[in-house]
């Protein structure tokens, strides 16, 4: 009896978790990352003077990222119970580890940012001149930009072959994941609309999980043939 019970609040639970931890990642990841575009001076040239400048912004921003993330986090594991018995080792391993990469280095690439605010306002940055910006925007650009991001497309090319290969999802999230996954995976340009790809899906995705769970009720017992 317990157990019933137990597996009927899983059933209730899941889909719609995910959709909540995935608009909520959304939404939170996209804030932050507007703060940040709009914050940032257009010109490369100006140095680190608009730090002071904008640092409310910017550290509401670097706020708002572990939140994020850990929402994040929850969307990877109701995605992967909502898989159940049909999660395939695999693709699941690269689908699970990108998906930790990239909050990783999401965070490692904040915590440079929030640690050049810091030394800023501190005064000790503008002491050392603007190598000390240089280095940490460089930095935080290239933990962002060229791995973080690769590490998205992985995340959506796996999560979108076991959709191909279980039929969990409709055969268009899978194509579309993998037309999107690409733009991540060969672009060089760090535009922000780059990086809005990401969040984005992930609240395309969420969305379609929770319209699905509230039409077929049914839905919300996938997963129960890897708890059985």
């Not at 100006?46 to 929850?74: K, Y």
């Not at 998906?99 to 690439?109: E, H, K, P, Q, R």
């Not at 973080?148 to 268009?172: C, D, E, K, Q």
């Amino acid at each position: 009896m317990i157990q019933e019970v137990t597996t009927a609040r899983k059933r209730l639970t899941t889909p719609r978790a995910a959709a909540v931890a995935g608009i909520a990642f959304s939404v939170l990841f996209t804030i932050s990352m507007v703060l940040i575009a709009v914050s940032m001076p257009a010109q490369v040239q100006e140095r680190g003077s608009w730090l002071l400048q904008n640092e409310s912004q910017v550290m509401l921003a670097l706020t708002l990222m572990p939140f994020s993330g850990i929402a994040f986090l929850w969307f990877v594991g109701v995605v992967r119970d909502r898989l159940g018995a049909y999660e395939d080792q695999l693709f699941s391993t690269v689908f699970f580890g990108s998906g930790l990469l990239f909050v990783a280095m999401t965070f490692a690439a904040a915590a440079v940012a929030g640690g050049t605010i810091a030394t800023y306002a501190s005064g000790a940055g503008q002491a050392m001149g603007d190598d000390l910006y240089e280095f940490g925007r460089s930095v935080m650009g290239q933990i962002f930009n060229t791995y973080a991001l690769r590490m998205a497309g992985v995340f959506m090319i796996s999560l979108g072959t076991i959709w191909l290969r279980t039929g969990v999802m409709h055969r268009g999230w899978a194509i579309l994941n993998f037309a999107l996954a690409l733009v991540l995976l060969v672009s060089i340009s760090h535009s922000p609309w780059v990086t809005m790809i990401f969040p984005v899906w992930v609240l395309a995705v969420s969305v379609y999980f929770l319209i699905r769970s509230k039409r077929d009720p049914s839905l919300e017992q996938m997963g129960e043939a890897g708890a059985a």
